[in-house]
């Protein structure tokens, strides 16, 4: 194939114009415009993404520059380290006495060699967090999802989503083959209608998909209504509480908490890679449903189980939320001051969550915004096209527990000074084109 005359260097055509045009190039071709692409915003100092983080993770870090590899010491509003537990001393001290006792790693799948004492433990404390009988874990929570929704739902069975489910969900569902529809976002009317469509008696099982809060905009699903709607159409609610668990509840025991209907939701997935920010992911349910997805999941049955470090990291999480519920009210309080700080600005901006998402104004470039917030050493995640439509492009703020009032001005002052900069500097037209898969 002739080599197309737009792909001739990196300036010139962004990502939307490589992902759509890619498709019809061989894969060299493919892979040296992508790199061209890349290469470009490196140039510019527009890359944002693999920053090299070069020491602990903490609420300020330090960031090797790209070329010079000298540190950077950045605020860090890019983690899902809610709580600040990744380098609290107890988690720290229990990782370093699990790994004295049971080594470095473990070698094989669950089913096989690959459960300890630590994991089973580790088991029944998340069924006990979540109201359930059982639970297991998974790798990562990627794969908890993928081998949950494969290894639940027949072919034939029916799927509806939340349109703003994570790539892991809508993964597992485009690998089962399963009938799913999404309905809008949170949209509970659309679901009940759907819902009552389906024929009473069905020989198919019927899901609904959901997460707690929201991982791009960190807004929150109704649980309470979708657990009382499947329980009249008699449907199987599966909630992914990644982002909800630790952090939302009276005692931080996820979103059904929050919205009292815990015990009560029939699948609830969680991710070790936010609140307790190691990685890994679990599936609180029923026993039998556990059992048979010890089975029936491939991406727990073909898959090494993790490490008994980072199942005791999650564990003495667990006991760190349990002992010190000051860090979540912290967090929340931190919430609150960052969104008064932000409105103070002229934002309007409401969160309930950990994520705060901050809107890039219609015209205002997000890669160079990006680039400045670097320069004045706030971290924040631009949230680009194709992970959002491209009208939706947001930073989104993660706050943690740990963060001071002077991290958090440093922040709103950060955010003034790009929005005076940047804002209507560039004329882009920004085309809605309707590809959300979050991250
Ligand atoms: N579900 C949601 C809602 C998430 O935000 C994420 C992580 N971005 C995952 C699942 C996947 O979890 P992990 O990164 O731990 O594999």
Redesign the pocket.
Known sequence: MKRDEQYSGGENFDLQTVLLRGRRLRLHERVECFGDFLRGLQRRGELTTMREVVSAADREVAVAEPGSGSPRKMLMFGS?NYLGLANHPYVVERVRRAVARFGAGIGGPPLLNGFTTLHRELEERLAALKGTEDAMIYS??????VGLVTGLVNPDDFVLYDAY?????CDGLRMSGVEAHSFRHNDVDGLVRVLTRQAPGSSRDVFVGA?G????DGDLAPVDRLVDICRACGAMLIL????GTGVMGPTGRGSAEHFGVEGKVDIT??????VFAV???FVAAEKGIVEYLRYFARSYMFSASLPPAVIAAVLAGLDVMAREPDLRIRLHENVSYALEGLRSLGIEISCESGIIPLRVPRGMNIRRAARRFHELGIFVNPVEYPAVPLSQQRFRISMMATHTREDIDRLIDAVRAVWAEENLQDEEVCVQVGVRD??
Do not use: R
């Open positions: 899902n990562s929570g990627y794969g908890a999802n489910s994570h790539a892991s969900f997460e809060v929201y991982s791009m992914d509480d990644a982002h997935m969680g991710t070790f890679s936010k990685t890994g992911g979050a991250i």
